[in-house]
C-alpha cells in the first residue's frame, strides 16, 4: 500500500525557519516524483513544485520559486519543504503527492501537515 | 496563479446523478489529461479519475470522466450521503515560463 505519511503540524513565528518532512513507503521511492501542495485557509489547492529522488532533478511552480525549497533523501526514502524565513501568508496545510509522470497531475496525497505561523 | 473553473456547489438528492465541470484552456485542459480528486474534511485527497477517464483499482464504476477540448467533467451516478466531499480537477499548465500542476477551485457536493 502507497503511503506518505507527513511530519506532524508546527506552530512558528514569522523570520523563523522550518522543514517539513514527508516519508514515502510501499512503493520504490527513487522511481516517483513527490511534489508539494498548499492550501490556505479556506482556499483552493495550489501546486508547489516537485523532485525526483532518483537524480534530485526539482521543479517548481513560478508562484513559489525561490520562496521555498524541496529536498530528499533517497536513502531514508523521505522528501522535505523547507522555508528560510516563514511569513504569516505561510499559514497553511501542506501536502505532499507522489507523482507517476512530471507532466501529470497527482495520484497518491499524504494526508497533510497544518503550519501556523504567527507572531 | 490562476485556476481552473469549477462551480462552488452542486446538490442532488441520494440515488441521483451529478456532474462537475472543470473549464481551462489550451495550455491545460486542452492539451494535457485530467485528473479529479475526491477530499473529504481531515482526510488526504483521493484520487478518482486520471488520464481523463480511467478509473483506479477500487474506485467503483459509479464514477467516470469526460473530456471535451478545453473542459472536463466529472460524473457520480447513484448518490450516496458518503459522496458529500469536495472535488477537485487538476491538470498540467504549461502557460507560464514553467510547467507545473493547476488545480480547479473545488466543488462542494451535498447530496440532500
Known amino acids: 500500500e502507497v503511503q506518505l505519511v507527513l511530519s506532524g503540524a508546527e506552530v512558528k513565528k514569522p523570520g523563523e525557519s522550518l522543514k517539513i518532512s514527508c516519508k514515502g513507503s510501499g512503493y520504490r521511492f527513487t522511481s516517483y516524483w513527490i511534489g508539494w501542495v498548499r492550501q490556505m485557509p479556506g482556499k483552493g489547492l495550489e501546486w508547489m513544485g516537485i523532485?525526483?529522488?532518483?537524480?534530485?532533478?526539482?521543479r517548481y511552480s513560478p508562484s513559489f520559486q525561490g520562496q521555498v525549497t524541496i529536498s530528499a533523501d533517497k536513502s531514508i526514502s523521505t522528501a522535505y519543504l523547507q522555508w528560510s524565513s516563514l511569513k504569516a501568508s505561510d499559514t497553511a496545510m501542506y501536502y505532499c503527492v507522489r507523482h507517476v509522470r512530471v507532466a501529470e497531475p497527482p495520484d497518491y496525497w499524504g494526508q497533510g501537515t497544518l503550519v501556523t505561523v504567527s507572531s | 496563479q490562476s485556476v481552473l473553473t469549477q462551480p462552488p456547489s452542486v446538490s442532488a438528492a441520494p440515488g441521483q446523478k451529478v456532474t462537475i465541470s472543470c473549464s481551462g484552456s489550451?495550455?491545460?485542459?486542452?492539451?494535457?489529461?485530467v485528473s479529479w480528486y475526491q477530499h473529504l474534511p481531515g482526510t488526504a485527497p483521493k484520487l478518482l479519475i486520471y488520464?481523463?477517464?480511467k478509473r483506479p483499482s477500487g474506485i467503483p464504476d459509479r464514477f467516470s470522466g469526460s473530456k471535451s477540448g478545453t473542459s472536463a467533467t466529472l460524473g457520480i451516478t447513484g448518490l450516496q450521503t458518503g459522496d458529500e466531499a469536495d472535488y477537485y480537477c487538476?491538470?498540467?499548465?504549461?502557460?507560464?515560463?514553467?510547467?507545473?500542476?493547476?488545480f480547479g477551485g473545488g466543488t462542494k457536493l451535498a447530496v440532500l
Open positions: 523532485i525526483y529522488p532518483g537524480d534530485s532533478d526539482t
Open positions: 488520464e481523463n477517464d
Open positions: 489550451s495550455s491545460n485542459i486542452g492539451n494535457n489529461y
Open positions: 487538476g491538470a498540467w499548465d504549461t502557460s507560464l515560463s514553467a510547467g507545473h500542476v493547476l
